[in-house]
């Protein structure tokens, strides 16, 4: 099982993606982006956070999913850890 949720990783890679975008089109041709003026820091931050953050929440985690539905049931399911019960509870 992949300790990592597929939110976070798809997360991950937009930002690595959004980043490598940006940056090859002020590298390529710095005019093409030069209307931000000063707000080109805050334009590249902003833009990189909030598709990162689109890409996590529009991605989906199957063991997320599963949790969901069974806690809707009320029931657990198997690769939940279950809590051993002591000697010392009442109902043990």
């Known amino acids: 099982m992949n300790p990592i949720s597929p939110k976070v990783s798809a997360a991950v890679l ?7 975008i940006l940056g090859n089109l002020s590298t390529v041709d710095p005019s ?7 707000w080109s820091p805050f334009i ?5 956070s909030l598709l990162s953050g689109l890409a996590g929440y529009w991605a989906r985690d199957p063991y997320r999913d599963l949790g969901i539905v069974h806690a809707a049931a009320g029931t657990a399911y198997p690769d939940t850890p279950i809590a051993p019960k002591h000697a010392a509870e009442p109902g043990a």
Do not use: C, E, N
């Open 32 to 38: 093409m982006l030069a209307w931000f003026g000063p």
């Open 14 to 20: 937009a930002g690595i993606f959004v980043s490598a």
């Open 44 to 48: 590249y931050g902003t833009a990189v």
